[in-house]
């Protein structure tokens, strides 16, 4: 199987100093690439200068993880793609049992390996954790990471199982798979593109898989850090997105409560003396309403939708009946 590790990059010299390294040194065989998103840094000639094997893809402007990845990976060959952010350390032996899933189980389109917190390596990190799901208000969650709780690892999540989505920080997708769904939706930009991706590929029938024998290390927020207005807008506003493109339940409902919601949210950074958060949610409702007629359109367009929840709301479960771990839902 011919696997590609495709690292996306951005003004992110640094980041490549620290980890390229590891890739590199652990990639057993397989080719290395660094898309690069029109950076004004010198992570394109620090790339060709010390690791002359690693494949440089230069994008004329920057058009964010969604668009930069869709574009990009038209330049290469490969069976599978893995998707790895530049702020990823990795480990001896982390691709053997991922391209063993993928030729065991050929329905398997997408895989997660384990993601542990880079900066404190026996916890989960936000990112992804050991595998993602959201309630029935679209609202991600992970095994390992609720909201801002996180578990140590104990190895709960050693296994193999199918899950919702699979975090962007490290995603493996067959070639074949991410041809059929026509890549990312560039209308995210960036962030939570991975979960509609997901759910587009389960609407098609695909699974969704993590192995946990297979371990990273992520930094996490390296682009853009929890306590930046522009991250709660593109959270708030993409959730959005993937809700209305993909929920099989009555929209008008679902999108009404997420919305309600999501104005307590907006209370709740107004008590934390955080208006910029709030102004944030504002404008992705405001970007949102605007983007509705090309969202009804995928919908209507893409009739076959899969059943996503496995919990009413874990915001209920969080906030109200504190329940901080995924084994206590």
């Keep these: ?14 980041l490549l100093e620290t980890f390229l390294p590891s890739v590199v040194a652990y990639a057993d065989g397989q080719d290395v690439y660094v898309i690069d998103n029109a950076s004004t840094d010198t992570s394109v ?15 004329t402007h920057n058009i964010g993880y969604a668009g930069g ?11 599978v793609y893995c998707l ?3 702020d990823i350390e990795v480990t001896e032996n982390w691709l053997k049992p991922v391209i063993h899933t993928f030729e065991a189980e050929v329905n398997t389109a997408i895989i997660q390996p384990k993601i542990l917190d880079y900066h404190h390596k ?9 595998g993602g799901f959201i309630d029935q208000l679209g609202y991600p969650y992970c095994r390992g990471r609720i909201f801002n709780s996180l578990e140590e690892d104990r190895g709960q999540y050693n296994d193999q199982k199918e899950i919702f989505w699979a975090s962007g920080a490290c995603l493996f997708i067959r070639a074949q798979a991410f041809e059929v769904l026509e890549g990312f939706d560039p ?6 593109e991975e979960i509609d991706l997901c759910w587009r590929a389960q609407n098609k029938g695909m699974t969704v898989t993590y192995v946990g024998l297979s371990t990273v290390y992520h930094v996490g927020g390296a682009s853009l850090k929890t306590s930046n207005p522009k991250k709660t807008f593109l959270n708030f506003r993409n959730s959005l997105y993937t809700l209305v493109k993909n929920t099989h339940q009555p929209l008008l409902l679902v999108v009404l ?10 209370i709740r950074f107004l008590l934390q003396a955080k208006p910029k958060h709030v ?10 309403y605007k983007a509705v007629p090309y969202l009804l359109q995928f919908r209507r367009q893409h009739s076959n939708r899969k059943s996503h929840h496995q919990l009413p709301s874990i915001v209920w479960s969080y906030f109200v009946r504190n329940k901080n771990y995924f084994n206590k839902l």
């Excluded at 026996?122 to 050991?130: L, P, R, S, T, V």
């Design 1 to 14: 199987m011919k696997l590609a590790i495709v690292i996306l990059n951005w003004n992110g010299q640094q």
């Design 45 to 59: 000639s620090f790339i060709e200068t010390h690791y002359p094997t690693v494949k440089c893809i230069k994008l």
């Design 69 to 79: 990845y869709n574009e990009g990976l038209k330049q290469i060959d490969a069976d």
């Design 84 to 86: 790895l952010n530049s």
């Design 122 to 130: 026996n916890k989960f990190e936000y990112a992804g954790a050991g």
């Design 187 to 192: 209308h995210f930009f960036a962030h939570m």
């Design 257 to 266: 409560l997420r919305l309600i919601l999501d104005g307590i949210a907006g």
């Design 279 to 288: 102004i944030a949610i504002v404008k992705a409702h405001g970007s949102f």
